[in-house]
Each structure stands twice: as C-alpha cells, then as structure tokens.
C-alpha cells in the first residue's frame, strides 16, 4: 500500500454528504460568482480569526497582491520577505512593482528572523535607493513568525505588515490567531494547504476598515463601491472566489479545529519517535502550528530519500532553492552565501507525510524507516 503525502481523498469521503449537498445547492441556486455563500463565508472566516474584515479572494497569490496594490507599494518601494518560503511571496511583491528585500530566517522557527530585519532595514537606508514599506513575515509550515518583535521594529520603521498566512490559517499565537497577526494577512485555501478548498482560494483579513474597501473595489476590476459599477476608479484584478469554492470552505470550516486537533497527534507521535536523531519542528511558547507541513533536518537527505522511495514512503522537500538564488531573481545579484541560515536549512530540510487521517500504524512506520535511514 502507497503512503499518501497528504489524504483528501479520505477527508472528502468522511465528509460526502455534506460537501456534496453544499455543492449541488450552488448548482441548483445558479449564482456562481459572488452567490450568497461568498458573503456567508467571509462572515464565517472573520469570525474564526477574530477581526472586522475578510475579503475572499481567487488565490493566496492574489491575496497578498490586494493588500499591497490597495497600499499603492509598487516601483522604489523595498518590501521585506524571508529567501525561504514559496516563490509566491516574493513573486507577489515583483508583480506590485517593488522589490523583495530578503532577511534570514530563524534557525528553528524557520521564519523571518527580527534580528535580521533590523539590519536589512538600516541597510536599506544606508543605501539610499529603495523606501522601505512593508514587512511580509512567512508563518512557514503552520507556525506563525516572531510578530511580538516584527510589528516593534515595523512601527519603529513605519513598515505595512502584510502577513503571509497561506500556510497556517488560525495558528495559535499568543491568545490570537494567524491571519491577525499584522496590518493585513493573506491565507491560501490551495488544496493540499491546511484549509483547502477544490480548486484555487484564498483571503484577505484586516481590521482596516478603508484597506478593506478599497481592496473590495481591486477584487472586481477597480469598480466604484456604492456607486457606477461600470465607472472604473482604478486598475484592478479579476480576483473573486467561486461561489461553489465558498459552499466547500463553509462545509470544511466546521471540522477544520478538529482536524487541527489530529494534526497535532500526528505531529506528536512523529515528534517523539524522531527527537533523538533529527532535527523536528520547533514551537516556541504560547504559540502552536496547524501543520501544514511536518518538516525535519537530515543530514544525510540523499540517502533517505532512497530510503523513503524503497518502502514507498513518500517525501517532500520545501524548500530545495532559496529564493534569492532562483533564476527569476538573478537580476537582485545575489550569492551563495548572502543568506546562510535559508541556504542551510534549505539542503536539510525534508517534509514527511501529515494529514490529519494518518494512523499511529502508519507513523510508526515512518519514523522506524527515518531512524533507520539515520542511524
Ligand atoms: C501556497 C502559498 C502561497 C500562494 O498561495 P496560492 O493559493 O497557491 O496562490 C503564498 N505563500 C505561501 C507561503 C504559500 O505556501
């Protein structure tokens, strides 16, 4: 029996019934674009978070993209982001027209390093050539980022903080969740992602009232609100979610804490099987991950690798190229070695199976194949 990476295939039949029948009422009501469930789920997701405003949107690429045009960040502007992420994060800010200004990581977080940032700000003045604007800290793998130490430093610096929450929807942080943790946040409902719809999703949450409204307008080709629908106040996107992307989040969102719940077994069990002979997941005080992804350092990743595919036991690797050395970005001019916590973990890193349907059975054999790979 294959192992699957992530199982959405079990999660959609323990929960047929319901996803279907959301389903089949979008197709009988026959409002497929910003049909009545769109506004049920942005009332539903505001709620869960905790903030005034959510703004579904078509992708978590787009969602970061809303908050930063609405910002009016684009040319000269410098927008901070970690090297060790998916392209998307930086990707985004290129397509505003502003430049990623990369900052390490943390060596166990994994994310944006405060430290770090503070330097990559002063550096940034020194130069002179870019305005520092915004801070885009990763809540990488389900763990949000140092935001306590972040939003000092970006207050001190008069930075937007746009958080990029595409992996770690609702992470317990400090009594608040992930997708509050900053000016804005964006989140992914990508299916393999830990809330995931059937298609491309994703949202916007502030508690910016005028972010909010202006960001209502991008979403729909800068349309007037309140006003001409056909009298264009600004350059925007075609951005909405699908209504029937909407009816599933609904459904999904009612047993997503439980499915929380089995991701932190999950990750327990792996945890205590592999703590003496790799490197796991950290997760500092007063915080938690959602899980997006359960991610090891190895030293030996080749191997394992090997290892892994003779027992088919699949792997993942997250990130194998930090971003400052992918070819899009060859024109920042960066080196090996500018960042050398990302281009470490980078070569180490590897992302084990994790869905909240995994048995015990299965970890075991899992962890037994790493140890073994290790030893
Ligand atoms: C998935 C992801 C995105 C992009 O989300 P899409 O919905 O695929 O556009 C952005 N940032 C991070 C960190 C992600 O993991």
């Known amino acids: 029996m294959q192992i699957p990476f ?44 905790g903030v005034e405003f959510a703004l579904s949107c078509s992708s978590g690429t787009d969602a970061l993209l809303l908050p930063m045009m609405a910002k009016s960040i684009g040319p000269g502007d410098a927008v901070f982001t970690t090297p060790f992420t998916f392209f998307a994060s930086a990707e985004s800010i290129s397509l505003c027209g502003a430049t990623p200004v990369f900052v390490d990581i943390d060596p166990d977080t994994y994310n944006l390093s405060p430290t770090s940032l503070e330097k990559a700000v002063r550096e940034v003045l020194r130069e002179g050539k870019l305005t520092p604007k915004a801070v885009m ?9 140092d935001f306590n130490a972040i939003n000092i430093i970006a207050k001190e610096n008069n930075l937007f903080v746009l958080e990029d929450a595409a992996q770690s929807f609702g992470a317990p942080y400090h009594n608040k969740k992930a997708c509050s943790l900053g000016d804005a946040a964006s989140t992914s409902f990508y299916p393999a992602k830990p809330l995931g719809c059937y298609g491309d999703g994703g ?9 909010y409204e202006t960001m209502v307008s991008l979403r729909v080709h800068g ?12 350059i925007g996107l075609n951005a909405r979610m699908d209504t029937i992307q909407a009816a599933i989040l609904l459904e999904k969102l009612k047993f997503y804490d439980h499915e929380i719940a089995l991701r932190n077994s999950v990750a327990d069990l792996y945890s205590q099987g592999l703590r003496e002979t790799v ?3 950290h997760v500092p005080e007063n915080q938690g991950s959602v899980w997006a992804q359960y991610s090891i350092q190895v030293n030996n990743r080749e191997k394992l690798k090997t290892d892994l595919e003779n027992q088919q036991i699949p792997m993942a690797i997250f990130y194998p190229t930090p971003i400052h050395l992918s070819s899009a970005y060859k024109h920042l001019k960066h080196a090996v070695g500018d960042f050398p916590v990302s281009e470490e ?12 349907y995994l048995e015990p059975d299965t970890i075991k054999i899992i962890t037994d194949a790493v140890l073994k790979s290790q030893s």
Request: glycine content about 4%.
């Open 137 to 145: 800290p990763v809540d990488l793998f389900g763990l949000a980022a």
């Open 345 to 356: 973990v980078a070569k180490k890193i590897v992302s084990l199976p994790m869905h909240p």
């Open 279 to 281: 490197k796991i997941p």
């Open 203 to 211: 949202a916007v949450f502030t508690n910016d009232q005028e972010l």
């Open 223 to 234: 349309q007037a609100i309140n006003g001409n629908k056909y009298d264009n106040v600004r």
């Open 6 to 49: 992530i199982d959405l295939k079990t999660q959609y039949k323990t929960h047929q019934t319901s996803i279907d029948t959301a389903i089949n009422n979008v197709l009988s009501h026959g409002k497929y674009i910003m049909g009545p469930e769109v506004n049920e789920l942005e009332k539903r997701l505001r709620e869960y978070i």
